[in-house]
């Protein structure tokens, strides 16, 4: 819903809200959060009015304003809109308001587009607000070089950074952002907001294991179930910057400010007259239902997309830590017929297959069959998995190389990186300049070429290494930053291949989790959170995946009992259950399981796809537990009339029992059945007997009020360490 009464534009979906005043040089943003509800002509004009803040001792001579594009012209001391400049000039900016369009979206939500001109600096700005039906607000800008008649000899305006910010009240106060590393991927970490700027920069080419990936703030004390939180997403795979900023002097009438934006090197983006440069989108969210309240918003914006995946998602078989660089027919064939016996839906071919790739050091960029390991290429495998009725899947890199290829010797321009020469290997490889439209072309034809032949279903694309030293080797020996142009280009290779093969799935692969944002997913089926396997360390990363991205695009796959990263060993059903909940698979090899693990297998695979509708369209919810040892979670479908939930443990603690446990996500006014699910084993437990419920809903389903599950809470079963529980819930009829 859009409302605007006089020069004040309210906009309202899902309980959220954006009023924005136009009658300012540079219109202000009045509120962001919870909807106001119904708002009079009146009630409008009052919200403007208390919009008006002090003018501050010691200060400039007029009350400092926060709009949608602050400048030091407003008296603005943090961070601007936009910094740039002209060869040296134009360095003041001071933008008005030309004109405003708005309108109402099909499904719910609104538009605002914005247009600023500024004389200083020579810049059209569109700014573009859209509150989707989800209540998700993305915004996204569009800055243009304005082409004087006959101005054919102006300088070109340098493009140092465009951030886009949005206030945030007082009470504002604490931040929840994530770091990681390689199998240890979105490990959150909490600060109070103090004065001054909150700042994160990404500067590796893509998002990264230690990506800000949803910087939140919120009432001190916020968890999933509670508290009032603001959020920020930005959409885009290349460098990126997150901030949090709080001036003595506030921001306007709020206190701090929330936002981001792409981060630029230094002459990346020079804006010729009538050139133009777009800014990822930012998604902003809003919830006073904490952290599950504003992941849902994002879940609700992901599966309403067109192109979100529609048919179940398959089981898959990945054979990476089955096979590795060891790939033999004779082998995988089996490998394939005991996929299919086990309930595997897809079979995933992963590295090792093109030439010379027989170890990591050699062989990227030649993506060719190899013909002494695969004398008659691919097809005897593939049409193989295609017989047993599963779909075929195959691992590249193609934004990587090996110098040890045909490519990097016939094509060393192509490499992304310095005229005076290459800086270290990662993994024994650089970047294929994506800009440069001979190795684009290459690319994609090779990619093409494969999928056609192959009837591939799927691609696994990874990405093994950050981007530094990113710069395009250009005629006369110039270097220029390369970061922004490569982006663009993988994304323009993407979409490209998929319009040549519509039903073709892609999955975004980064040293596992290194490129997991929302830019990648417009045009990929799901992300690899991460290389490791391990369900002790799965249970925290897919946790906290899942509060941006619903599971369905989560790839979360069973290993063999010794971790391949960690080295741990672990139960199975641990390993079963926590891979349950996400677009589920296997990452073994299966002909060295015993008929007793194949048979678990068997019955996890059923499990996966009597569960698979509701895991994959039901709100994620999780609980707010005082032990970090153990864990709550679990996904409820839409009308709360069933869930399946995991109770685990992941390590010792000092309490004997954990007293009641709300359950998170039910409805007090049902009754339901409750059940716990032992089709992969029964979880060892660190008592002599179960909570006389858990004994029963062993054998059978136990009807409980939804007031004592919700409200009360029940007591559940302290489990041994590296343990978990599996509990169905359903409405009772």
């Given amino acids: 819903m859009l409302r605007c009464d006089g020069q004040v534009t309210y906009m309202r979906a899902a309980g959220t809200s954006l009023v924005m005043d136009l009658s300012k040089r540079v219109p202000t943003v009045l509120h962001w959060g919870k909807d106001l509800g119904e708002l009079s002509e009146a009630g409008l004009a009052?919200?403007?009015?208390?919009?008006?803040?002090?003018?501050?001792?010691?200060?400039?001579?007029?009350?400092?304003?926060?709009?949608?594009?602050?400048?030091?012209?407003?008296?603005?001391?943090?961070?601007?809109?936009?910094?740039?400049?002209?060869?040296?000039?134009?360095?003041?900016?001071?933008?008005?308001?030309?004109?405003?369009?708005?309108?109402?979206?099909?499904?719910?939500?609104?538009?605002?587009?914005?247009?600023?001109?500024?004389?200083?600096?020579?810049?059209?700005?569109?700014?573009?607000?859209?509150?989707?039906?989800?209540?998700?607000?993305?915004?996204?800008?569009?800055?243009?070089?304005?082409?004087?008649?006959?101005?054919?000899?102006?300088?070109?305006?340098?493009?140092?950074?465009?951030?886009?910010?949005?206030?945030?009240?007082?009470r504002a106060a604490e931040v929840l952002d994530f770091t990681g590393k390689w199998c240890r991927?979105?490990?959150?970490?909490?600060?109070?907001?103090?004065?001054?700027?909150?700042?994160?920069?990404?500067?590796?080419?893509?998002?990264?294991?230690?990506?800000?990936?949803?910087?939140?703030?919120?009432?001190?004390?916020?968890?999933?179930?509670?508290?009032?939180?603001?959020?920020?997403?930005?959409?885009?795979?290349?460098?990126?910057?997150?901030?949090?900023?709080?001036?003595?002097?506030?921001?306007?009438?709020?206190?701090?400010?929330?936002?981001?934006?792409?981060?630029?090197?230094?002459?990346?983006?020079?804006l010729a007259p009538g050139a133009s440069y777009q800014t990822p989108t930012c998604y902003f969210a809003w919830s006073d239902e904490g952290l599950d309240g504003l992941a849902d918003r994002f879940h609700v914006l992901l599966r309403a997309r067109p192109t979100h995946p529609s048919a179940p998602r398959p089981l898959v078989l990945n054979t990476w830590e089955a096979v590795y660089f060891d790939h033999d027919l004779t082998r995988l064939l089996e490998l394939a017929d005991l996929a299919a016996k086990v309930g595997v839906e897809r079979v995933v071919l992963d590295d090792g297959w093109f030439r010379g790739r027989r170890d990591d050091t050699a062989g990227l960029g030649d993506w060719t069959v190899d013909e002494t390991v695969w004398p008659d290429g691919l097809s005897p495998l593939a049409d193989h998995v295609h017989r047993l009725g599963m779909q075929f899947g195959l691992w590249f890199e193609p934004e990587m190389v090996n110098l040890d290829s045909e490519l990097a010797r016939e094509h060393p321009e192509w490499i992304l990186g310095p005229t005076t020469g290459l800086g270290p290997s990662a993994r024994s490889q650089y970047v294929v300049n994506l800009a440069n439209e001979q190795a684009w072309v290459y690319l994609l034809e090779s990619l093409d070429e494969l999928v056609s032949r192959y009837s591939i279903d799927y691609l696994k694309w990874d990405h093994n290494r950050d981007l530094h030293e990113a710069v395009s080797r250009e005629p006369g020996g110039l270097d220029r930053p390369g970061v922004h142009a490569q982006t663009l280009a993988l994304y323009r290779l993407i979409d490209t291949l998929r319009a040549r093969h519509p039903g073709l799935e892609i999955e975004s692969c980064a040293s596992g989790g290194g490129r997991v944002d929302l830019g990648i997913l417009d045009r990929t089926d799901r992300v690899w959170a991460s290389d490791c396997n391990d369900p002790v360390e799965r249970q925290a990363i897919q946790r906290w995946t899942a509060q941006l991205i619903p599971p369905e695009l989560i790839g979360s796959h069973v290993g063999p009992e010794r971790s391949h990263t960690t080295r741990r060993a672990t139960a199975d059903s641990f390993r079963l259950i926590t891979a349950l909940f996400g677009h589920a698979g296997i990452e073994q090899d299966l002909a060295r399981c015993s008929p007793e693990e194949l048979d678990r297998l068997t019955s996890w695979a059923a499990l996966y796809r009597e569960f698979r509708g509701l895991l994959h369209s039901g709100r994620v919810v999780r609980a707010d537990l005082d032990n970090d040892a153990t864990l709550l979670h679990g996904v409820v479908s839409a009308d709360s009339a069933s869930g399946l939930f995991c109770w685990a443990r992941t390590a010792t603690s000092a309490e004997g029992q954990s007293g009641r446990i709300p359950i998170p996500g039910l409805a007090t006014t049902y009754d339901y059945q409750v059940r716990v699910r032992t089709d992969v084993g029964v979880p060892a437990t660190r008592q002599t007997q179960d909570p006389a419920w858990i004994t029963e809903a062993l054998t059978g389903w136990v009807t409980l009020p939804g007031s004592v599950l919700v409200t009360t809470g029940v007591p559940m079963p302290t489990l041994d360490p590296e343990q978990a529980m599996l509990i169905e819930v359903r409405k009772q009829s």
Avoid: C
């Avoid at 200060?59 to 709009?67: E, K, M, N, Q, T």
């Avoid at 609104?110 to 859209?130: C, F, M, N, Q, W």
């Avoid at 490990?187 to 920069?201: D, W």
């Avoid at 004390?221 to 003595?248: A, D, I, K, M």
């Fill in 46 to 170: 009052a919200l403007a009015l208390t919009g008006e803040p002090a003018a501050l001792n010691n200060s400039i001579d007029i009350p400092r304003v926060f709009s949608v594009w602050p400048t030091e012209a407003e008296g603005w001391s943090g961070t601007p809109a936009h910094q740039g400049h002209r060869d040296g000039t134009a360095t003041t900016p001071r933008p008005r308001l030309a004109r405003a369009e708005r309108h109402d979206r099909p499904g719910g939500g609104a538009e605002l587009v914005i247009h600023l001109e500024d004389d200083v600096s020579g810049l059209d700005i569109t700014l573009t607000y859209r509150l989707d039906a989800s209540g998700v607000l993305a915004v996204q800008t569009t800055m243009t070089s304005r082409a004087e008649p006959g101005d054919t000899g102006a300088a070109p305006y340098d493009v140092a950074g465009v951030s886009t910010l949005l206030p945030l009240p007082r």
């Fill in 185 to 270: 991927e979105r490990a959150p970490q909490r600060s109070r907001l103090g004065f001054g700027s909150h700042v994160r920069e990404v500067r590796r080419g893509r998002p990264g294991q230690d990506s800000p990936y949803l910087l939140t703030v919120g009432v001190p004390g916020f968890g999933f179930r509670s508290g009032e939180v603001w959020g920020l997403h930005v959409g885009w795979s290349g460098n990126q910057r997150y901030l949090v900023e709080q001036p003595p002097e506030g921001a306007g009438v709020h206190a701090s400010v929330l936002g981001g934006g792409e981060l630029l090197k230094p002459g990346e983006i020079r």
